[in-house]
């Protein structure tokens, strides 16, 4: 794929990226049948959670699945992206005080999930992080899990092997596209952005 207003073609590590992506669909499976664990019959919706994402590399898949969404839905999720902003300009520094709804969550579902970034992914179950320099790093399930499950925490989904090799893929394309900058963005945030390319 060639993305729309990009001179690069993304196409190679945005397939390498579905495959990582895979690879985690099939780590969060096992662990959420350990647990019996489903998002079905949620009461909350984690997507009006702000998170910060900080690859490019995930950024193109946001965009490569905002692109195929029907038309009426992208605009109306510019729309709901532009309020996103201004209300998390309120919050900057105190994210967790405030729930705003993913432009991309239609009537409580992803509307590119096939292209979700990894924390989309991966939230929800309890998991560890093996830092070379700052040691183990644990994450506990969301408030749901952690209210509902009774089992022992004996399946931490391992985020390492995918954080390093999202990592890895993130170098050998900023080293490719000669990207210098660092890369933090809600994805109402990368809506926005994508809009500035078609100046
Ligand atoms: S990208 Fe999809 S899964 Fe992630 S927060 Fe937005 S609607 Fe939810």
């Known amino acids: 794929m060639e993305t729309a207003g ?10 390498r990226l579905y495959e990582i992506y895979r690879e985690i669909d ?17 009461e909350t919706n984690c997507c009006d959670t702000v998170f910060y994402h900080h690859t490019l590399i995930e950024y193109f898949a946001v965009l490569e699945g905002f692109d195929n969404l029907p038309e ?6 510019m729309e709901r992206a532009k309020a ?8 900057r520094g105190k994210e967790s005080l405030v729930r705003i709804m993913c432009p991309l969550n239609f009537n409580g579902l992803c509307g590119i999930y096939e292209h979700r970034p990894l924390i989309c992914r991966i939230h929800g179950l309890p998991g560890l992080l093996k830092h070379p320099g700052k040691g183990t790093r644990s994450f506990s399930g969301c408030k749901r899990f952690e209210t509902i499950n009774r089992k022992e925490r004996n399946m931490l989904i391992d985020r390492t092997p995918f954080y390093t090799q999202i990592a890895t893929l993130e170098g050998q394309l900023r080293r490719a ?15 926005i952005d994508r809009n500035l390319t078609g100046f």
């Open 6 to 15: 990009y001179q690069y073609d993304v196409s190679t590590y945005l397939d």
């Open 26 to 42: 099939n780590e969060y499976n096992r662990a959420a049948s350990y647990y019996d664990f489903s998002c079905n019959g949620c």
């Open 72 to 77: 009426q839905s992208r605009m109306a999720a």
């Open 84 to 91: 996103y902003v201004k209300t998390l300009n309120r919050y």
């Open 177 to 191: 596209m000669e990207y210098l900058m660092k890369f933090n963005k809600t994805i109402a945030e990368m809506l």
